[in-house]
């Protein structure tokens, strides 16, 4: 059964680990990488990547990506949602720990924020949610 729009946002605020697929080059499947994603119910959705990254070349020659999480337990449901970026900025600080503390214990961030600190420098892709799909297919 297809989820509601109010039920689609809301599964999507959630921190699941989201897969992220945007177009290749001609001969290629599209790219597909597990990501980290941020999202208010009624605005835009964002990821973060490096600037220079495999990821980064395809976003910007695409303008557009999707993006789908799902979960098995309590029900087997998934929602994926794909539109245009609507801006690409540089990380801030504030942006950087809003992600890590998102995913992960309060007393694991400062140290993942320290690590992060040697990958370099990372962008926000802020996307606008444009076309939904989802399935709440009950347990099982």
Excluded at 5 to 32: C, D, K, M, Y
Excluded at 78 to 105: C, F, K, N, S, W
Aim: net charge negative; no cysteine.
């Amino acid at each position: 059964m297809a989820l509601t729009l109010e039920e689609r946002q809301s599964f999507l605020a959630q921190p699941h680990i989201g897969a992220l697929a945007v177009n290749n080059r001609p001969g290629r499947a599209p790219l597909t990488v597990p990501i980290w994603y941020q999202y208010s119910p009624g605005g835009e959705l964002w990821v973060l990547t490096g600037p220079e990254s495999q990821k980064m070349r395809l976003l910007k020659e695409s303008g557009r990506f999707s993006l789908m999480v799902e979960v098995l337990e309590p029900t087997v449901r998934y929602v994926t949602v794909e539109g245009p970026i609507t801006r690409v900025t540089p990380m801030t600080d504030a942006q950087h720990h809003e992600m890590a503390a998102r995913y992960l214990p309060a007393d694991k961030v400062d140290g993942y924020l320290k690590y992060a600190e040697s990958i370099g420098p990372q962008s926000a892709v802020f996307m606008s949610p444009e076309h939904w799909l989802s399935a709440d297919m009950g347990a099982f």
